[in-house]
Every structure is written in structure tokens, then in C-alpha cells.
């Protein structure tokens, strides 16, 4: 099937954005075998099987059923893949690999006729946001093949790049002042929308992610042993799941300029009062991030408006080849945010101590269940992605959200103070 790709360069667009992220998702799969596609390696997730089924189920409900109303084509596997049909415990009876990549390759292949005819002044939104739906889908089953895996330690991954002269546990200035938060962009989801105006009194907030070595320093003074660092409900998370380490933790000295990784919302907030800070708010983190004060605008990226590329972060960027794992810290200079936050975007999703809600205005898109239903008050919000996230899912303004319990995504965090907030050996702030 061949594309009049001439037509239309916002079709165009589409059609490779959706080649290359099918490739990348293909490629997820390349020679799995069948027990590993339908197992369930942890009860708060779907088999990977699923996520693929989902995708496929997906796209061909909003644009073939909805949009052409089109038949389905899974008639008897509708329940089994919607979102809202089954519990994860019942979605390990899938059909066979090769049977859903069959359902996934008619799905897309009707797709993208209808692309040739769609009306995009309409429906552009609706492509954007299934291209970032099978994206969010493949992140999650990436972190789900990481946990079947045998060895849950991360390879480390050194690069040929040179440390920066500042000390990892530098602080940024932050001065008060108003910024728009938020993305009124056509490919942002209805959880970032509308853009509105923040004002932020002045604070501090590490320029860096923690890394794996100042978090050794809080596990060596039996961070995991003293009720102190940890709120009530932290402190009773932990008596249940009496872990002593992030979950992909690896204690080579190595790793120690890699920002640490599997780390749940409570471990980040003992380690933020252990060092006598706390977890920046979502909008401390995205003014950081986004902010450009001399310019007066949101970037889209911390380093301006060009895409993701490994110049800047790392990331699974628009199709290219990504890093294995973290890298270092101050790997991406060329990453910066106009305050000189590094490492923003990629590497690791990093907690806040934001819960997940909607901005004044909110409306819902494509369907109420998307967003709104966890808008619940049990949510902690994370922001920048990580080393998996795909271009589509990965800017400034993009919102993740999960239980502060769940410590297998590849997320980590960095600490922030406010102004008013005092501690010894401040010396290491730098003012912006």
C-alpha cells in the first residue's frame, strides 16, 4: 500500500510517526517466546501479550469503528482487550503471538488507507494521541520484561563523555515569579491541558537526579532502619515490603553518577528528609524544566523546541536507536534548561510531590476514563520520562502518574527546598 504521501505533509508526518513507532514496538517482540508473551510477572501489571492485543484493539476502535464505523475486528477478544474488560490477573488466557501480530498488521494496514481520506483538521489530536498510546503501552512493557527478567540488576553503560566541573549535589536558584504550565499543543493530552499561569515563590532544586552514590550514602546510615526519615504511611509500606534497595540496584561503584532507579514515591521522600530536603511540586519541577524567563515562554524540550535526539537526553528518540540503560547524570549538557537543570527529559521519570489532577478548565479526551478516573487523590505525579520513553511521550509538560507504592517503572527523583527552609552546608547553591 503506498501512501500519496505529496498530499499532505501533516500526513506525511503521521505516516512515518507511525512506522516508526510500530517498529520500535515490533521490535519489543522479536523472537519472544510464548510463555514470556502471556506470563504475568507482577500482579499490578498486564502480560505483555496484553499490552499488544490493547494496542492493536485500540486503534482500530477510534479510527476504523468510530471514525469509518468499521466492524471490529476482534469480535471475541473485544472483552479480553479493553482497558475496562477484564482484571490483569484475567488477561494471561491470550491467543497465540503470531495470531495478534496477525490482528495487529490488519488493524494498521486498514489505518493507514483511511489515513489517505482522513479528515485531519478534525482528527489530528486523535492520531497524535494513539501514537502516544501505543507508546506509553511499549514503556510499560519494557519495565514489565525488566522484572521477568532473571537478572534484575541494570548493566552499566559507560560513556566516553567527560564530568561536569559542578558538584552532583548543587542546587539551582529558582527565582519567584509567574510561568505558564501546562501545553495547549495539539499533540497534549487532556491531562495537560489548558496552559495556565503559575505563580511560584523563589526555591531550590537539585540540578541533577539523585544519583546511585548519594543514595548509597542513606542506605550505609540505615535509611531503611530509621522511622525518621519517613512519613506514617511511607514508614508502614515499608514493614510490609521490607525491601532494602531500589529495585534495580546495582552496587558497583560504576553506577554511582547514574541517577538512581526503581525507587518508590516513599523511598524518594525518606531520602529527600534524610538530606534535609523534600520532593519538588510538579510545578517547581516543570518551571525548572521549561521555564525560559528571559524569553518569556514554556520551551516544549529544556533545551528549546528541536526534537529529541541523543544529542540531548536519553531517550527511545522518534524511531533511533537508544541507550540500554542510564547514563550518567551530566552525560547531555547539550540538555540543559534555561535554568541549567540537567537531565530533565529521559534517563529516569522522576517523582514529585504532586498529587494527579486536572487543571482549571479540565476537559476530558478522548473518554472520561483516560485521565479523570484517577483523579482520586492516590496518584503522585512524575515527570521527564525515562530511558524508554519514545519522542511522542516525551516533553516538558507531559504527565505520568502512579500509586506512591510502585516502584517498578524506571523512575527515580531529584530533591528540592524553598526558600525559608534552612540547612547546613548550603554552599554548594547556585544562583541563577
Known amino acids: 500500500m503506498t501512501l500519496e504521501l505529496s498530499k499532505s505533509s501533516l500526513k506525511k508526518e503521521l505516516y512515518l510517526g507511525l512506522q516508526q513507532c510500530r517498529a520500535q514496538t515490533l521490535a519489543l517482540f522479536e523472537d519472544m517466546d510464548e510463555a514470556t508473551f502471556k506470563n504475568q510477572a507482577h500482579p499490578d501489571f498486564s502480560p505483555v501479550g496484553w499490552h499488544l492485543g490493547h494496542i492493536a484493539y485500540?486503534?482500530?476502535?477510534?479510527?476504523?469503528?468510530?471514525?469509518?464505523?468499521?466492524?471490529?475486528?476482534?469480535?471475541?477478544?473485544?472483552?479480553?482487550?479493553?482497558?475496562?474488560?477484564?482484571?490483569?490477573?484475567?488477561?494471561?488466557?491470550?491467543?497465540?503471538?503470531?495470531?495478534?501480530?496477525?490482528?495487529?498488521?490488519?488493524?494498521?494496514?486498514?489505518?493507514?488507507?483511511?489515513?489517505e481520506v482522513a479528515d485531519l483538521d478534525k482528527q489530528e489530536r486523535l492520531w497524535r494521541f494513539l501514537l502516544q498510546h501505543e507508546s506509553q503501552h511499549c514503556e510499560i512493557v519494557s519495565f514489565v520484561l525488566e522484572l521477568a527478567s532473571s537478572k534484575k540488576g541494570l548493566e552499566y553503560c559507560p560513556l566516553p563523555l567527560p564530568l561536569s566541573s559542578s558538584p552532583i549535589s548543587e542546587m539551582l536558584q529558582i527565582p519567584a515569579g509567574e510561568f505558564q504550565m501546562g501545553s495547549d499543543s495539539i499533540d497534549a493530552l487532556d491531562n495537560e491541558k489548558p496552559r495556565h499561569k503559575v505563580y511560584l515563590d523563589t526555591y531550590y532544586i537539585d540540578r541533577y537526579p539523585v544519583t546511585c552514590g548519594q543514595y548509597r550514602v542513606f542506605m550505609d546510615a540505615g535509611g531503611y532502619e530509621q522511622p525518621d526519615f519517613w512519613s506514617p504511611s511511607g514508614w508502614e509500606w515499608l514493614q510490609t515490603e521490607r525491601v532494602k534497595k531500589p529495585l534495580y540496584w546495582h552496587d558497583a561503584p560504576a553506577w554511582d553518577n547514574h541517577p538512581v532507579c526503581g525507587v518508590s514515591w516513599y523511598e524518594a521522600e525518606a531520602y529527600a528528609r534524610f538530606v534535609g530536603k523534600r520532593l519538588p511540586t510538579e510545578a517547581e519541577w516543570e518551571k525548572a524544566a521549561s521555564w525560559d524567563s528571559q524569553d518569556h515562554h514554556s520551551r516544549i524540550y529544556p533545551w528549546g523546541d528541536k526534537e529529541p535526539i541523543d544529542k540531548y537526553c536519553n531517550c527511545a528518540a522518534l524511531g533511533k536507536g537508544l541507550m540500554s540503560k542510564t547514563t550518567p547524570v551530566d552525560a547531555y549538557p547539550n540538555g540543559q534548561s534555561a535554568y541549567g537543570l540537567y537531565d530533565a527529559l529521559g534517563n529516569v521519570w522522576e517523582w514529585t510531590a504532586s498529587w494527579f489532577n486536572g487543571y482549571p478548565g479540565f476537559q476530558s479526551y478522548p473518554y472520561v476514563g483516560y485521565s479523570q478516573v484517577y483523579f482520586d487523590g492516590q496518584h503522585r505525579i512524575l515527570k521527564g520520562g525515562s530511558w524508554v520513553t519514545r519522542g511522542w511521550a516525551l516533553r516538558s509538560s507531559f504527565r505520568n502518574w502512579y500509586y506512591p507504592e510502585v516502584r517498578q517503572l524506571f523512575a527515580g527523583f531529584r530533591c528540592a527546598a524553598s526558600k525559608d527552609e534552612s540547612r547546613n552546608g548550603w554552599s554548594w547553591l547556585r544562583t541563577t
Open 58 to 115: 485500540t486503534e482500530s476502535l477510534w479510527l476504523l469503528e468510530h471514525s469509518t464505523a468499521k466492524s471490529s475486528l476482534f469480535g471475541q477478544y473485544r472483552k479480553l482487550f479493553a482497558a475496562d474488560g477484564l482484571p490483569k490477573s484475567e488477561r494471561v488466557q491470550l491467543p497465540k503471538l503470531a495470531e495478534i501480530l496477525d490482528s495487529l498488521n490488519a488493524v494498521r494496514r486498514q489505518v493507514l488507507e483511511y489515513l
